[in-house]
């Protein structure tokens, strides 16, 4: 017994270490280094950023960029239309006419296809009465001026009317707006020429816009209509979402 006990007194130590060593090395062997690694991240967690949370907000940074390359895409993708569109349509030796480019500010929901504010006033050359366009169309007219903004009655919108001709057969009558991206025709006469798809222009007899400024297509035909037939016309501006407009001016 005395040499067991002086014997366990050298090598107990050594034994113990040795039988850690093989319980540590089997642990690591079939949980494939799992122990360590929980180990290692609760040593060093308090030296360490949330990994989580650095993801997240490296994440969310991408997408507020990528978000904000789409939008600038957009944006410059309408102005190269809006371009194209006023080099065509006002850029004509000889014109009398001035295009200036605006942006909607302005459009509350409860007047939605009423009016609309522009990013443009009096300092820009704006005056009321001018009249605004888009690509597809006529939008409306200006109705009030202000130095650095001005506003737009659309033709959307119920209160306005606006004498209009089918441009194939020349028969008129007037417009008026039906607060959504379609109006209603009502014509001058009985028995109207007018087919589904005719396009219709501003009247050469309008007092307030010029002749021969595109409006909308012919939606649909009511020739049962009393007092006098009708039609129901797509606008063919985007008056649902439009952001640039063309203010001509003389």
Do not use: C
Not at 11 to 34: D, E, K, N
Not at 55 to 71: G, K, N, P
């Amino acid at each position: 017994m005395y040499i067991i006990r002086r014997w366990w007194e050298r090598y107990a130590l050594t034994l113990v270490l040795v039988s850690l060593s093989f319980v540590t090395a089997w642990a690591i062997r079939h949980t494939q280094g799992a122990i360590v690694l929980e180990v290692y991240q609760m040593l060093t967690r308090p030296f360490q950023s949330n990994p989580s949370q650095v993801l997240h907000l490296h994440d969310a940074r991408i997408q507020e960029l990528e978000t904000r390359v789409t939008e600038l895409e957009t944006q410059n993708q309408q102005l190269e239309e809006l371009l194209g569109y006023v080099n065509k349509s006002y850029k004509k030796i000889g014109s009398s006419q001035a295009a200036i480019a605006a942006p909607v500010i302005g459009r509350s929901a409860d007047q939605w296809w009423q009016q609309i504010t522009l990013g443009r006033g009096s300092q820009a050359g704006i005056q009321v009465g001018n009249i605004v366009t888009a690509p597809g169309g006529l939008v409306g007219r200006v109705t009030s001026v202000a130095p650095h903004t001005s506003r737009v009655l659309l033709i959307s919108d119920p209160s306005s009317q606006l004498g209009v001709t089918i441009s194939r057969s020349r028969f008129m009558g007037f417009l008026r707006g039906q607060s959504a991206n379609y109006a209603v025709m009502q014509f001058f006469d009985k028995v109207p020429d007018v087919r589904l798809g005719d396009m219709v222009v501003t009247s050469p007899y309008s007092q307030i816009f010029p002749a021969g400024i595109p409006v909308g297509r012919v939606e649909s035909i009511n020739l049962q209509k009393s007092p006098a037939p009708e039609a129901v016309i797509a606008l063919s501006a985007p008056m649902s979402y439009i952001e640039w407009v063309v203010v001509s001016t003389k």
